[in-house]
């Protein structure tokens, strides 16, 4: 039997893979020395060779001729996967875009351990696909498909919330009632969980795991919303063209604030009806940045400022964002109120979800004892506040928030695979 497993956490927005040796933990450095990778690849033009994560992002952004692709995580289970995409004029599928993706995170682990790894626990979402049962077992089955086609033999799946209850088990005193708040870059998942050090050893926990549930809802959502409340009203989003008055296409500018369908904007179709819009247009200033964005192709660009707008303010009060790629002097400034005011729905949202989980298991808000949040979003004040509201009686543990769940995929590998379990030093 091999002494070794590990756990893949394959995110929307980042990822992480850790294996277990013996008795010992190993989160690997997968870009330098990072141990979290952007979900990101970019295909050169030429060769078609493909880079990832920050490298990816970077060549990206200094302009290579290429084809860049991120949040491919929620192609799984829909109907965009069996269709696959043109990647620099010819056609590739999905499996094959996602399978070299968790090639690389699987390479990097076996480089760093110096040996093959054969057995994976893959991270999953509670629900790849709101409301669609049949969706999220096809997403399962498509990512069980990819991670044996790289070369893994022993494979098996585990909710990530769960995930990242063990990874924060070892440190637990005595029982607690630990609900889990997972808000990653596609999806937001909870689960409520009985944790304890002398659980450690137990290879069946369905016992102690009293709910999960999860809504598609991400980081990614908070971008779109606030770059249709902040960035695309000054491309021109809801002005008005032609005799009627007729508002101009919103399709254009949600499209362009959702990661995964930007790289389908760039058609000449669409650059043809957006010339003619602008002739009409009420507002041709800030329309014709619209154009601009669709001529250089830089959408990517554009969401990526929104990203880090939304990271700033997490702690500034105001963000002034350059955008001089569109125009030049062109800025965009916006206040924390405004990004919280845009996002305010989908926290309600995350936040009915969760209370749904702690009713599903049949237990009060003040029983809850500990709350977990991991997954870059749970960063932002106003969701923060909104569990302490939710749970006035529970601690809120913020650690490992981007590297909990490839740390616990990795500890329910040993349990699953190498047998008993021990502790985490």
């Not at 060779?49 to 952004?61: N, S, T």
């Not at 399962?140 to 991670?147: H, K, N």
Request: glycine share 8%; net charge negative.
């Amino acid at each position: 039997m091999s002494d070794i497993s590990c756990g893949v956490d394959f995110g929307t927005s980042n990822s992480t893979i850790a294996y277990y040796r013996g008795d010992r933990l190993r989160l690997v450095p997968v870009e330098k020395h990072h141990t979290t990778i952007p979900s990101a690849l970019f295909f050169e033009r030429i060769s078609n060779a493909p880079h990832y994560g920050r490298e990816a992002v970077d060549l990206f952004l200094e302009r290579e001729k290429g084809r860049f692709m991120r949040s491919l995580k929620r192609v799984l289970g829909t109907s965009v996967m069996k269709q696959g995409t043109m990647v620099n004029g010819a056609p590739m599928h999905f499996n094959k875009i996602i399978g070299q993706f968790i090639k690389h995170l699987k390479d990097k682990a076996e480089t760093d351990a110096q040996q093959e790894i054969e057995s994976v626990i893959m991270g999953r979402p509670v629900h790849f696909i709101d409301n669609d049962p049949v969706g999220n077992k096809n997403a399962q089955e498509e990512l069980r498909i990819i991670a044996q086609n790289v070369g893994f033999k022993n494979i098996d799946f585990q909710f990530e919330p769960i995930a990242a209850a063990f990874a924060h088990e070892v440190n637990v005193s005595g029982e607690q009632l630990a609900l889990v708040v997972d808000i990653g870059g596609g999806t937001s998942d909870f689960t409520v969980i009985r944790l304890s050090q002398k659980y450690l050893n137990k290879l069946d926990r369905s016992g102690d795991i009293l709910a999960n549930t999860g809504v598609r809802i991400g980081g990614n959502d908070f971008d779109k919303d606030l770059s249709l409340n902040a960035f695309m009203p000054e491309l021109g989003y809801r002005s008005t063209y032609g005799d009627k008055n007729l508002p101009v296409p919103l399709k254009f500018y949600y499209d362009l604030s959702e990661w995964s369908k930007i790289n389908s904007l760039y058609t000449p179709k669409n650059l043809m009806l957006l010339r003619q819009y602008l002739g009409q247009s009420h507002d041709k200033t800030r329309f014709s940045r619209l154009l601009n964005v669709f001529t250089q192709e830089s959408g990517h660009i554009l969401l990526g400022v929104v990203e880090d707008t939304k990271i700033a303010l997490t702690s500034d009060e105001v963000h002034e964002a350059p955008l001089d790629f569109i125009e030049n002097g062109f800025t965009v400034t916006t206040a924390k109120s405004v990004f919280e005011e845009a996002i305010t729905q989908e926290i309600t949202n995350v936040a009915n979800a969760a209370t749904q989980c702690v009713q599903d298991a049949g237990v009060r808000p003040e029983n809850i004892d500990l709350i977990i949040l991991t997954g870059g979003s749970t960063e932002i004040p106003a969701v923060q506040l909104k569990f302490r509201e939710l749970f006035p009686n529970a601690t809120v543990s913020e650690e490992n928030k981007l590297d909990s769940v490839g740390v616990g995929l990795a500890y329910d590998s040993k349990r699953k695979f190498l047998g008993k379990a021990t502790s985490v030093r």
